[in-house]
């Protein structure tokens, strides 16, 4: 992960006299909801959770940029509206469109969740890569077995390498796959021809983060989309 100094670590809501005190399960469900980070030139760099989007709203280290669809041109437009001007108008939405948001419930007010924040004084580019690791590479390959079709819980699966470290194989992006334990075993050290088994899908690097597709799979998080097809595909997760 690269460092962030001017994005300081989440506090505690109860720090601050404006900010969201949650009350129940579902304000506290509401509050791991995902929330996409732009840097101050509106580039996407991350994901994080929306406890930590208040605490950076909260100290006017960032703004909500939301995002209203007209229906009668089929265009969209964005308002930046900082921390009070996103509490009014939560107030409205929910009056008139109280399903078309998140909310969190607290004992002095309700708030509305936001999608995407822009962080006012962060101007880091974003990364240009997709990180290797075991959820992108599961994410990658839908948590399915790419030797026997069948798609498992992440507890079920390991990582295979086709051409096995045995055999001068890497571990890089084109060289493992998402592997049921049984394929696994009857696989053993040896490539997919010399088991006789079948390699469903040819592992390559994707474009862009694989867990931000499954995101956009979402109704909720389609306001993304816009900003992530112009991004450098480099949005990383907490």
């Known amino acids: 992960m690269h460092a962030e100094p001017n994005i300081p670590p989440a506090l505690a809501f109860g720090g601050h006299a404006n900010a969201p ?8 469900s ?12 509106y580039q996407a760099i991350r994901v994080i959770n929306v406890r930590r989007a208040f605490s950076l709203l909260c100290r006017e ?13 089929g265009k969209s437009q964005w308002q930046n509206l900082n ?6 108008l939560s107030q409205l939405k929910a009056e008139f469109e109280p399903d078309e948001f998140d909310w969190i419930h607290t004992v002095r007010f309700q708030i509305a969740v936001p999608r995407i924040i822009r962080l006012l004084g962060y101007d880091k580019l974003p990364r240009q890569d997709v990180k290797f690791n075991r959820r992108n590479i599961y994410a990658r390959d839908s948590s399915r077995c790419q030797y ?5 819980p992440t507890t079920e699966l390991s990582l295979d390498h086709v051409k096995p470290k045995s055999q001068g194989g890497r571990s890089t992006w084109d060289n493992i796959v998402c592997c049921c334990i049984k394929c696994n075993v009857k696989k053993g050290g040896r490539t997919p021809e010399q088991a006789h088994m079948h390699l ?6 994707p474009k862009r983060s694989p ?16 900003f992530l097809d112009t991004a450098y595909w480099t949005v990383e997760l907490k």
């Open 21 to 28: 005190v949650h009350n129940g399960t579902a304000a506290v």
């Open 148 to 152: 026997c079709g069948k798609k498992y």
């Open 61 to 73: 280290l960032a703004e909500v940029i939301h995002i209203e669809n007209d229906a009668a041109t």
């Open 200 to 205: 469903i899908t040819k592992p390559v690097k």
């Open 211 to 226: 867990v931000i597709n499954i995101r956009l799979a979402d109704e909720r998080y389609q306001s993304w989309k816009q």
């Open 83 to 88: 921390f009070s001007d996103w509490q009014e």
């Open 30 to 41: 509401a509050l791991s909801h995902n929330v996409l980070v732009l840097n101050k030139y």
